[in-house]
């Protein structure tokens, strides 16, 4: 607390918040730290906002300490606009970007995972949110993730041959890191049809999921979003019923066990969720198919 003392600007957040005591106790119950005391408090308090969709409590920082914000690293900036876009927390990036407008062209400059992670876990609607900071790359997998069904037939000639062009271009074949974490291995043609089906399947747009399948997308494939497993272990963890039923009508192998837990999807939903719910709609599909 010593700095609080010597450091006035300081001392006259402590003093007019919870005051020393209270100061330092909250800093032992936060110790991630964003470089110095005052910024670690505003940026977990913005964090924990988004966590509690609290919008009010987080404009009331961001007005509160908007300078703060504007002078934090652009890591810093683009670590809150992923973390709401992980949670599906809309108004959040708005109000930010309409209180803080200068960030959208800071953050522009930088390299972002805010769209990945949007198509990742089905939060594909945010997407018009993000496209003016960072574009949507011109590839297969992103045109399925967002509905863009006259982008995707145009990656297929007409006997239904995949006209890519330069893998290098198709996400993921440009993730070494991506690869790496689901074990493909060197970049395939395959990568990009499992991966444009799991956006498809996971944001919905089951009409391309149901292209992609019969254009050579592998319903069994491993893909997941940290570490193999199956599309349906996503659908069960995110309650994406619509998803689950496409992909079992369609024939997915539903013993596949995830790479970390060796658990089925609907282990996943059972224990992973806790969405009984779920796990129920699995067994009984399995059971249905078995009889």
């Not at 069994?220 to 497993?229: D, I, K, V």
Request: proline share 5%.
């Amino acid at each position: 607390m010593r700095v609080a003392l010597v450091d006035l600007p300081l001392r006259e957040h402590v003093e007019g918040w919870r005051g020393k005591n209270g100061f330092i106790d909250y800093l032992v119950e936060h110790p991630q730290t964003f470089g110095d005391p005052w910024r670690t408090v505003v940026m977990n308090e913005l964090l924990e906002s988004i966590d509690n969709d609290k919008i009010d409590e987080f404009t009331r920082w961001l007005k509160q300490e908007r300078n703060i914000l504007i002078e934090s690293s652009v890591d810093l900036q683009i670590q809150l606009v992923e973390h709401a876009v992980l949670l599906d927390r809309g108004p959040f990036i708005s109000r930010m970007l309409d209180l803080t407008p200068g960030l959208r062209r800071e953050m522009s400059r930088h390299k972002s995972s805010a769209l990945i992670i949007a198509l990742d876990y089905g939060n594909s609607h945010l997407i018009p949110l993000l496209t003016p900071i960072w574009p949507l790359p011109d590839d297969l997998p992103h045109a399925a993730g967002v509905g863009d069904f006259a982008k995707v037939q145009s990656y297929f000639d007409e006997a239904g041959r995949p006209v890519f062009g330069s893998l290098s271009h198709q996400y993921p074949t440009n993730n070494p890191a991506f690869l790496r974490n689901l074990h493909w291995g060197q970049p395939t043609l395959q990568h990009v049809l499992d991966m444009a089906l799991a956006w498809a399947c996971v944001n919905r747009n089951l009409e391309i999921a149901t292209f992609l399948v019969d254009h050579g997308a592998n319903v069994n494939t491993n893909w997941s979003t940290h570490e193999p497993a199956s599309i349906l272990h996503e659908c069960a963890v995110h309650e994406n019923y619509e998803a689950a039923k496409f992909l079992i009508d369609h024939g997915i192998d539903m013993t596949i066990l995830d790479y970390r837990w060796n658990a089925t999807a609907q282990g996943w939903a059972r224990y992973a969720a806790g969405n009984e719910a779920m796990a129920d709609f699995l067994a009984n599909a399995e059971h249905a198919r078995k009889a």
